[in-house]
């Protein structure tokens, strides 16, 4: 359903479990980023009406799950950690050119969304189903579906933006260059890396 073109390996759960305090304060931050990603669209994009209307819902979704990890990461006795950058992001970033039109800005935005969404889906799926303790298991089973509709939900809106024959070969190539830089991860206690 995702379209990802590499799949996460499994054994990355094995390194999750080692330290979960850090996966948790990791997953809190990109909770965080994901709520100004959606208010930079509302700044960047305000002649869009739906697409403001459907960001305002999404700051509140995705600031409210960062509270909710915010709050296993205190119910453990633990304090939110710094923030550190995502790789992951960083090289994901790099794939569209800079320039452009304003359209093209957006729909290449849109698109780098739906794809963090779509791996974060992905690795939530594989937490729910593997980590040893039930509570995170059922905790990232609910956030898997959030994670799914958002990623449906940005690519959608890239649809129907700019041509539609036009976003589905750029997604292509969008997944194929991001399973290259999977390739180089996998290996640490974050939800992207």
Same mark, same amino acid.
């Given at each position: ?6 799949? /996460?390996?499994?054994? &990355? ?11 948790? /304060? $990791?997953?809190?931050? !990109?909770? =965080? ?18 697409? #403001? ?12 799950? *960062?509270?909710?990890?915010? $709050? ?5 006795? &633990? ?14 970033? /790099?794939? *569209? ?23 974060? !889906? ?6 729910? =189903? ?14 898997? #579906? ?7 939900? *940005? ?6 933006? =700019? ?7 750029? &997604? ?7 399973? @290259?830089?999977?390739? $180089?991860?996998?290996? @640490?206690? /974050?939800?992207?890396?």
């Amino acid at each position: 359903m995702l379209g990802l073109k590499l799949p /996460t390996d499994p054994r &990355w759960v094995n390194i999750v479990e080692k330290n979960i305090e850090e996966i948790l /304060t $990791d997953h809190a931050f !990109c909770e =965080q980023k994901a709520a100004s990603t959606a208010i930079s669209f509302i700044v960047q994009f305000p002649e869009h009406t739906e697409l #403001v209307q459907e960001m305002t819902a999404l700051v509140k979704e995705e600031i409210s799950h *960062f509270k909710m990890v915010h $709050d296993k990461i205190v119910a453990r006795g &633990w304090v939110l950690g710094r923030d550190r950058k995502d790789e992951y992001v960083n090289k994901l970033m /790099t794939f *569209f050119p800079k320039g452009g039109s304003r359209t093209e800005f957006l729909v290449n935005r849109l698109l780098y969304a739906a794809l963090i969404e779509a791996r974060s !889906c992905e690795r939530f799926r594989l937490l729910s =189903q593997e980590l040893k303790e039930e509570e995170l298991r059922e905790f990232y089973r609910n956030l898997m #579906v959030s994670e799914a509709n958002h990623y449906t939900m *940005f690519l959608g809106f890239a649809r129907k933006y =700019q041509e539609v024959d036009v976003v589905n070969k750029k &997604w292509q190539d969008l997944l194929e260059f991001e399973a @290259q830089i999977m390739k $180089d991860l996998g290996k @640490q206690e /974050t939800i992207h890396g």
